[in-house]
């Protein structure tokens, strides 16, 4: 079992930044890759961003590339979402989650947190 909290989430203009922190509980957090996603009103919840067990890789959908920056450090049992260069666009809830397999795909994550709310105003 995996218990995950997210914090860091705020209203900010545009252009700015925010950091995203997802807690996780359990001793096995290493064992799994973790994925941010986010889920704008009226809309599917749609993936972000997703990271390795090990740290090691990091994958990014187009449109937050070269923005956004996931990290994670295993000994906090922590998962971060640098946002830089926030735009309008980017308003949503957002959540992150847990998988034993990397990848975007959200079917294959099978804890989440509760979300955060990043709301960004031009």
């Known amino acids: 079992q995996v218990q995950l909290v997210e914090s860091g989430g705020g209203l900010v203009q545009a252009g700015g930044s925010l950091r995203l922190s997802c807690a996780a509980s359990g001793r096995t957090f290493s064992s799994y890759a973790m994925g941010w996603f986010r889920q704008a009103p009226g809309k599917e919840r749609e993936y972000v961003a997703h990271?390795?067990?090990?740290?090691?890789?990091?994958y990014y959908t187009d449109s937050v590339k070269g923005r956004f920056t996931i990290s994670r450090d295993n000994a906090k049992n922590t998962v971060y979402l640098q946002m830089n260069s926030l735009e309008p666009e980017d308003t949503a809830v957002y959540y992150c989650?847990?998988?034993?397999?990397?990848?975007?795909?959200?079917?294959?994550?099978?804890?989440w947190g509760q979300g955060t709310q990043v709301t960004v105003s031009s």
């Open positions: 989650a847990a998988s034993l397999l990397a990848t975007s795909a959200r079917n294959y994550y099978g804890y």
């Open positions: 990271i390795t067990s090990n740290g090691r890789n990091t």
